[in-house]
């Protein structure tokens, strides 16, 4: 079945410093989205990308889809205490499988120290 | 509409009992989904709902594990003859289309002693 990896699995990071995420799908996919989860919280939609090749920006929040559209990075500029959670990609499988659902990576979790 | 809503929030039950979960979508929602999440991994798949169809089921879905949503509205999800290893958060989601973003309730958190 569709397998969708993350790494790095933690990363802990200086206030201000950047940080990436990185997504890989085992089969091509028709979309992918980022999503965050707080600590204690529940997952929330960020953004979706459709097209190979594509490139979102949400303030200091820049999300790209690979060419192949088997992979995606997520890279945070000038990270702060609020950008604190766990980030997760999920992938809807394309032509060759995976189906109407998303299935969820394994996500990375960012901690931000002053 | 103030989101999904689940119920209860937490659960613990004795191993072998029977639970019963709902979700509330949100109303001009026609797809449902529900997720299991343990700590440290992402939301894993169980099944998904278009109106009151369920169109897709995880294979890795025991057959203790039963969701309906009768009216295409709320879901309930049952467990029968719970076990340890069903200690988990259950996540429902909602969304309107299919390449939506989904979005989550606060999940009911079960405990299986």
Known sequence: GQQVMQIPQYQHVQEGEDFTTYCNSSTTLSNIQWYKQRPGGHPVFLIQLVKSGEVKKQKRLTFQFGEAKKNSSLHITATQTTDVGTYFCAGRGGLTGGGNKLTFGTGTQLKVEL | ?113
């Open chain 2, 1 to 113: 509409d103030t989101g999904v809503s689940q119920d209860p929030r937490h659960k613990i039950t004795k191993r072998g009992q029977n639970v019963t979960f709902r979700c509330d979508p949100i109303s001009e929602h026609n797809r449902l989904y529900w997720y299991r999440q343990t700590l440290g991994q992402g939301p894993e798949f169980l099944t998904y709902f278009q109106n009151e169809a369920q169109l897709e089921k995880s294979r890795l879905l025991s057959d203790r594990f039963s969701a309906e949503r009768p009216k295409g509205s709320f879901s309930t999800l049952e467990i029968q003859r719970t076990e340890q290893g069903d200690s988990a958060m259950y996540l429902c989601a909602s969304s309107s289309e299919a390449n939506y973003g989904y979005t989550f309730g606060s999940g009911t958190r079960l405990t299986v002693v």
